[in-house]
């Protein structure tokens, strides 16, 4: 008799699914799209998996994860027909780095694309709709986290924004939401 595969409610690490042979809904035909779109914004409430699409995708792009896509992408939809951009990136995620947080690093492949002039590093936060929305202090206290984050501190992201090119500037973006609205959208 074969071993029911196990539902892993509430995680969002797409390698800890793969790895335990979890059920999850095959959405990586969707990476496609997104090769695309000039730019996608994923704002979706609370447990509706913005984080398991993250980690699919840190997975599928970063060059760390490249040699263990038949692990993660076999029997997938984009494991037949991988995109020629797979494993090319350096891709950021969710950390603590030289005191300070962010949730995404966006590094430009100046190697595709030579004129973008810009990086990034992003904080999001989440209030649901019936919560108190964020006092001014708490919106300062993310604004903070944001400013301190120290690249000679952290050796990925020393590694990653360091050999950028001269003409490339790093903005600080800090995007804070109550329910559909958007409170504070800005550069510290």
Same mark, same amino acid.
């Given at each position: 008799m074969e071993k029911t595969r196990p539902i892993l409610y509430g995680v969002a690490d797409y390698a800890q699914i793969r790895k335990k042979n979890a059920w /999850?809904?095959? !959405?990586t035909a969707k990476i496609r799209d997104l090769e695309q779109t000039a730019y996608a914004v994923f704002l979706r409430p609370r447990r509706f998996g913005k984080s398991l699409l993250v980690s699919l995708l840190r997975a599928y792009y970063d060059v760390q994860f490249a040699d263990r896509f038949e692990e993660f992408f076999s029997g997938t939809d984009i494991g037949a027909d991988p995109t020629d951009e !797979? &494993?090319?990136y350096l891709v950021g995620?969710? !950390?603590?780095? &030289? &005191?300070g947080f962010y949730d995404i690093a966006l590094k430009p492949r100046l190697d595709r694309w030579p004129d973008i002039a810009h990086a990034a590093l992003i904080e999001m936060k989440y209030v649901k709709a019936g919560d108190p929305a964020p006092t001014k202090e708490q919106l300062e206290s993310v604004k903070c986290k944001v400013k301190s984050v120290k690249l000679e501190g952290d050796s990925t992201?020393?590694?990653? /924004?360091y050999t950028l090119h001269s003409s490339v500037t790093l903005h600080r973006l800090v995007l804070v939401f109550h329910g559909g609205e958007c409170v504070l959208s800005e550069e510290v």
């Open positions: /999850f809904v095959d !959405r !797979r &494993g090319k995620h969710e !950390r603590e780095a &030289g &005191g992201l020393h590694s990653t /924004f």
